[in-house]
């Protein structure tokens, strides 16, 4: 039996195309979603883009009959824009009058087709909540939502017997057969897969190869071939010094082998704050401009979201405007340029590197349209990012460029997502087993004991 859902703003603010997505199933878009969706056309932001475009699908159904009666979707089911029948005219409600008119809509279409499952789709908890007290089913729109306890961790442990380490260092190679080695996926602070069995590897994903009849341990990194899977040794590169910096665990080791990789364009880092995903990234961007000079120059931006109440509008040129949200960034490169305090009170800093041409400041504001060649373009913060902007990012990197993205799922300060519907996780799900991608989840943190301790006991 198909059924009726009725479709919140918020829902298609977010995803224009939800209006399709429902399959063979009814789609009512109450009139005041379209009004309020109007409101929004006007902005030069993600929201104003997602407003214009629900008001373009909604014109182009308006070819195929008449959107009161209802028009044909795709997916074999019906769109109608919905007008209520019902008011709620409670005063208690009399704040939040066009979301009681959108409740309105749905009780109306509920009580005038009773044999058909109403629902109310709305990213809105509160409306939610309310549409819950009224009798209302209501549902999260969850189409592009990566479960967050399930997100590919980017590495698994296989359990071999002693003599086939051996064997992997004297080969330089294992051939991975299922039957034999199966490989165990956790996340630990994600708490994904409880180190399930999986019944596939991923090109590109790392392993802790652990010996099944004692301590013994190495590392290596998965590839796809034509037979199938082999296994091959870490790279010694990745556990060198890099710019100053030396991997402290085996998560570390294999994010420095996917960096310093110029096979990989694509490289996610994930981790909780001081796990060291932003200096690891600087150090090897750095390492791949000025020691290797593989790209011409390094590239670094953020999203500007703050952290609590915004303190306004900030003075000056751009990058005056700027040098409060890429303070962090400077930060690690000053550690990475191993200043002294004299230095700094000397002038020196990494301005230094932004005047040489060697470290471009890049504003995400500005990326539309651009393309971005030979460079190693590193977007600290990913999380804050929706997946529309990320694919907008993704798509400025131009021939012989390299991207990473690192983040935190579990801080974001976007209001319009969360850690399950971030372009980072999007960017992880979407992309894993691909053979210029690579993603890995850092979990130890080593900035400092106490950074640790709150990290995660707070």
């Not at 260092?169 to 399930?196: C, F, M, Q, W």
Request: hydrophobic content about 40%; charged content about 25%.
């Amino acid at each position: 039996m198909s059924k009726n859902f009725v479709l919140d703003t918020n829902v298609l603010l977010h995803d224009p195309r939800a209006m399709v997505r429902f399959a063979d199933n009814n789609v009512i878009i109450p009139i005041y979603v379209i009004e309020e969706v109007d409101s929004f056309k006007k902005q030069m932001s993600e929201l104003g883009r997602n407003a214009r475009e629900v008001s373009r699908l909604l014109d182009d159904f308006r070819d195929l009959g008449n959107l009161g009666e209802g028009v044909p979707t795709p997916g074999g089911g019906i769109l109608r824009v919905g007008f209520a029948g019902k008011v709620l005219d409670n005063a208690v409600l009399h704040q939040h009058v066009n979301d009681n008119r959108i409740l309105g809509v749905a009780l109306h279409i509920k009580e005038n087709d009773p044999d058909r499952p109403c629902i109310l789709v709305t990213k809105d908890t509160n409306l939610r909540v309310r549409a819950d007290v009224l009798g209302l089913d209501a549902e999260n729109y969850e189409d592009d939502k990566v479960s967050i306890t399930e997100l590919y961790p980017g590495a698994c442990e296989i359990v071999v017997p002693a003599e086939v380490i051996d064997e992997l260092h004297d080969e330089g190679a294992l051939d991975l057969d299922l039957s034999k080695y199966i490989p165990h996926r956790t996340n630990d602070g994600l708490e994904a897969n409880g180190g399930v069995p999986m019944d596939a590897f991923y090109d590109n994903e790392y392993a802790l190869v652990r010996s099944e009849s004692g301590p013994q341990t190495t590392l290596g990194r998965i590839k796809k071939n034509e037979d199938g899977f082999v296994l091959k040794p870490l790279n010694r590169r990745a556990r060198e010094d890099v710019w100053g910096v030396r991997p402290r665990n085996k998560e570390q080791a294999f994010a420095f082998d996917a960096l310093l990789d110029d096979d990989i364009a694509l490289v996610a880092l994930l981790g909780k704050a001081g796990t060291g995903k932003t200096l690891m990234a600087i150090a090897a961007g750095l390492r791949k401009v000025t020691d290797e000079q593989k790209f011409s120059k390094l590239v670094v931006s953020r999203p500007i979201f703050p952290m609590g109440r915004d303190i306004g509008y900030l003075p000056g040129t751009m990058e005056e405007k700027l040098n409060p949200w890429m303070r962090p960034i400077f930060d690690n490169v000053e550690y990475l340029m191993g200043l002294t305090k004299a230095d700094k009170r000397a002038g020196r800093g990494a301005d230094e590197l932004i005047n040489m041409g060697i470290i471009e400041i890049e504003p995400l504001t500005y990326i539309r349209g651009r393309s971005l060649p030979n460079q190693y373009f590193i977007v600290d913060e990913a999380q804050n990012l929706t997946p529309h902007e990320v694919k907008t990012i993704l798509t400025r990197i131009g021939e012989g460029s390299k991207l990473i993205l690192t983040g935190d799922p579990y801080q974001i300060d976007n209001p319009y997502i969360d850690s399950e519907s971030n372009g980072l996780t999007y960017v992880i799900d979407r992309f894993k087993g691909q053979s210029i991608f690579s993603s890995v989840t850092l979990f130890k943190g080593e900035r400092s004991a106490l950074a640790e301790l709150a990290a995660n006991l707070l």
